[in-house]
């Protein structure tokens, strides 16, 4: 990414949010929660696991420990049972748990609204922070950097660096504070359904001419080379057959 001025950044940075509000204004988190112990222990569970798994298994999680109170009295094999195909459910149940008697013992069964408390929970990272925050409590701390908007921020020119901490950073630099848990949400979205990681849908992305490493859209193969007269898989066999003799 060449070096541009702050100024530049942020114009392109406010050019993209405008567009992808376009295109998902209704975006938000895809965890199904009703509140932001819910949603605290879904994102926990989200680690190395889709939302949609995550969603399956919650309506049981919170039908038998509702609240903080309830799931610090949990046995942990219960709650392994429960959380088994979210992967990692040994560690997930333990943070869950331990999540859980933290709120009680230290907050008095409230989930904390300061990124400095939310971190000391066992099992939350600042990621995990950022989302209940924003998501929850209608907080912009920190912007959310998942595998989706990790990719799209580098495709897009946000961000030349791979830590996540660093490219947190350089999004917080060049986005408004206002767009940060919106921009997260959204760019999600077009993770999922236009910019995926293997191959992104460049034709038919709305940021392409933002975008400085959209993919063109390949040109139809030729059929016939003028030169021999011969189509390109034969004239490959031709050759095959050359080497082998
Ligand atoms: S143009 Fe392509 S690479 Fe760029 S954001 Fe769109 S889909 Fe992703």
Not at 38 to 65: H, K, Y
Not at 130 to 142: E, P, Y
Request: glycine share 4%; aromatic share 4%.
């Amino acid at each position: 990414m060449p070096r541009i001025s702050k100024a530049r950044q942020r114009a392109h940075a406010a050019a993209i949010v405008e567009l992808l509000a376009v295109d998902y204004p209704e975006a938000e988190c895809a965890l199904h929660h009703d509140s932001p112990f819910q949603l605290l222990a879904a994102t926990i569970l989200s680690a190395q696991c889709t939302d949609e798994r995550v969603n399956m298994v919650t309506p049981e999680l919170f039908g038998r420990w509702p609240d903080p109170a309830a799931l610090a009295e949990a046995a942990q094999e219960d709650v392994e049972a429960v959380v088994h195909s979210t992967g990692f459910y040994r560690n997930k149940a333990k943070n869950l748990i331990g999540m859980a008697r933290r709120i009680v013992e230290v907050h008095g069964g409230d989930v904390p609204e300061e990124i400095e408390e939310l971190v000391e929970l066992p099992g939350v990272a600042r990621k995990t922070a950022n989302v209940l925050l924003g998501t929850a409590f209608g907080r912009n701390v920190g912007v959310v950097v998942d595998t989706h908007v990790h990719r799209i921020s580098h495709r897009l020119g946000l961000t030349r660096h791979h830590d996540p901490k660093h490219v947190e950073r350089d999004l917080m630099d060049v986005l408004d504070q206002a767009e940060w848990t919106s921009f997260s949400h959204r760019v999600i979205y077009h993770g999922r359904r236009i910019c995926v990681a293997r191959k992104p849908r460049c034709a038919v992305c709305n940021l392409r001419d933002l975008c400085p490493t959209r993919q063109d859209v390949t040109r139809p193969r030729k059929l016939i080379d003028k030169k021999t007269m011969t189509a390109p898989s034969r004239r490959s066999a031709a050759r095959r057959g050359k080497r082998s003799q």
